[in-house]
């Protein structure tokens, strides 16, 4: 796709590809900002004796939607809980041995930092707080105070990750991925309709001088919200309202699209034969006619996608007189005296097996988006 870019410039266009609205990256740098904003306000008008708790409970329980964020809060203010009756009795065990609790501080700690991925998040906050109440007791004993400060302030932090779970986004990634694929799928096929006019540009003037396709920039950076929406949607907790494996072929098929077009201009990025613009008229003509069918396919399938009627277009049937008239257009037009076809006939061949390759993909995409019978798309109910 031409030139390499610079770090600074593929920083720039990583970062530009999350600046839009329906970026599920961005929603989720939004909620925790304004999550993390709320519970330093909270903090400072309650005064609590340890606002930072507050803060890192909200930030250790707020998920990407609504329901993960809930079921987090449920497991942290349960794990404080226990991790507080396990400091309770501790205290009454050994009171304020510092001795002693200078040889618990590193065992605690130890299972503080292992227990939450070997077990579970619940476990993991039960083992911190315990470790919290080691910690305090051996720098200045604090008793029973401390615990009740901690399950007030984490109940705190709690509370403020839910109420912006609820109000913003709740639904998460799942109500994100449909859009995301749609645009990409438009994006993606409107490269592949780029590139195939790059290469008819490069075959009537003879060079590869004309400015790479912006359109694959476009591209890229949809495919890296789809990829942003599709991790996040994976990780949420809860049944899937799209099973896995189609929900993969439709993130798959994206990648064939994006592949196809970059192929084709991989194809001609380098071409140098020269002849002139009537020779070659017939075979460019073919050329657009096959890529813009295709364009027009894919627009469906987005549109499908992306509205509540979700309606998938069936797959495009080959064209056989298209591809005849193609083949006789490279076999009347450019071939060298010697009766062998050039270079540019070659590529225009190959030109249309990727456009060949990307109609044939609609098959699997088409079944998977609207399932083999219905062709009904399901995302306007996930």
Not at 270 to 296: G, H, P, T, W, Y
Request: net charge neutral; proline share 3%.
């Amino acid at each position: 796709m031409g030139a390499p870019d610079g770090p600074l410039t593929s920083a720039a266009d990583r970062a530009a590809a999350h600046v839009a609205p329906h970026s599920v990256w961005l929603h989720n740098s939004i909620r925790g900002a304004i999550g993390l904003g709320i519970a330093v306000v909270l903090a400072d008008v309650t005064g609590v004796q340890h606002a930072f708790w507050v803060m890192l409970g909200t930030l250790s329980v707020l998920r990407s939607n609504a329901l993960n964020t809930g079921q987090n809060a449920f497991r942290a203010l349960g794990g404080t809980l226990a991790g507080s009756v396990l400091g309770v009795a501790l205290l009454q065990l050994i009171g304020h041995d510092t001795t002693l609790l200078w040889i618990l501080l590193p065992l605690a700690v130890m299972f503080s930092g292992v227990v939450p991925a070997v077990v579970s998040f619940a476990a993991g906050q039960a083992a911190f707080t315990l470790t919290l109440v080691i910690l305090y007791n051996v720098a200045q004993p604090a008793g029973f105070s401390l615990i009740l400060f901690r399950i007030e302030d984490i109940a705190l932090g709690c509370g403020v990750s839910l109420v912006v779970g609820l109000f913003f986004w709740p639904r998460g990634a799942s109500a994100a991925v449909g859009k995301a694929l749609a645009e990409a799928y438009a994006d993606s096929a409107r490269y592949l309709l780029a590139a195939v006019d790059y290469a008819v540009s490069c075959c009537a003037l003879g060079q590869a001088a004309i400015q790479v396709p912006q359109e694959g920039r476009q591209a890229a950076a949809a495919a890296r919200r789809l990829d942003d929406a599709f991790r996040t949607f994976l990780a949420e907790r809860g049944a899937k309202a799209v099973p896995l494996c189609e929900m993969t072929t439709l993130v798959a098929g994206v990648v064939g699209l994006r592949l196809a077009g970059d192929a084709v201009l991989e194809l001609w990025r380098r071409s140098a034969d020269r002849a002139s613009l009537d020779d070659r008229a017939a075979a460019q003509k073919e050329l657009i006619i096959m890529a813009e069918r295709i364009l027009r396919w894919y627009q469906s399938l987005a549109h499908g996608l992306e509205n509540d009627e979700g309606l998938v277009p069936e797959p495009l049937d080959s064209d056989p007189k298209n591809n005849s008239r193609l083949v006789e257009a490279v076999r009347r037009d450019l071939h060298d005296a010697d009766g062998q076809a050039t270079g540019t006939g070659v590529r225009i061949i190959w030109t249309s097996n990727h456009l060949e390759a990307a109609r044939r993909l609609q098959v699997p995409i088409a079944a998977a988006a609207g399932g083999a019978v219905t062709r009904v798309t399901v995302f306007a109910s996930v």
